[in-house]
C-alpha cells in the first residue's frame, strides 16, 4: 500500500479524479422556471386581490368619514335654528361632498335617515340617524365570479347585496 508524498504531511490532494459515469441521471436545468410558471398565477392572484381588499376598504373609510360629516352638519345646523328640511339637505350635501373621490351619484342616503321621525319634526335634543351606501365591484379577475356586483353588472354574483359598503352614524341634535 503505497501512500503518496501529500497525505504524508497532512495535506488533501489538489486534483481530485471525476468518475466518467454521472451519478445523475437528470439535470436540473429549468427548475426554477418550472416553479416560477407554477407559483406565479398563485402569487399574481394574490396580488390583485389585495389590491380589490384595499380599494373596498378606502371605499369604506372614505364613505364612513362622510356620513360623519353629512351627521356633524345636521346635528348642529337642525339645532342652530336652520329648520329641519334645510338641515337635512345641508346635511345630504355635506355626506356628497366630504365623500371624496367616490362617486358621487352612486352614495344613496337611506330613506329612513333621519331616525324613527321625519326630517322635518328634528328639534333639539332629539337622535337622528344617517346611514349611506356605496357599490363596490370585486370582480375576482379570470373566473368570472363578482362578489359585489354594482346593480346592472354582467358577470355571475354570488353576493345577495346590492352595496357591500354601508356606513350608519347616530347623533343628537344639538
Known sequence: MSRSRATDFGFRPLIRVQPTGSIRTGSEKGAALYELAMVLPLLS?????????GIAFYD?????NAVAAGARILAISAGAGAGPPTACS???TAL??????????QITIAPETFGASTCASLHADDWATISASYPCNLAIPFTGVNLCPVQGSSTSTTCPFSYCISSTTTVRIE
Request: with cysteine.
Open 45 to 53: 392572484m394574490l396580488l390583485v386581490g389585495i389590491i380589490y381588499c
Open 60 to 64: 369604506y373609510v372614505a364613505l364612513e
Open 90 to 92: 345641508l346635511a345630504e
Open 96 to 105: 356628497k361632498n366630504a365623500a371624496g373621490s367616490l362617486h358621487q351619484s
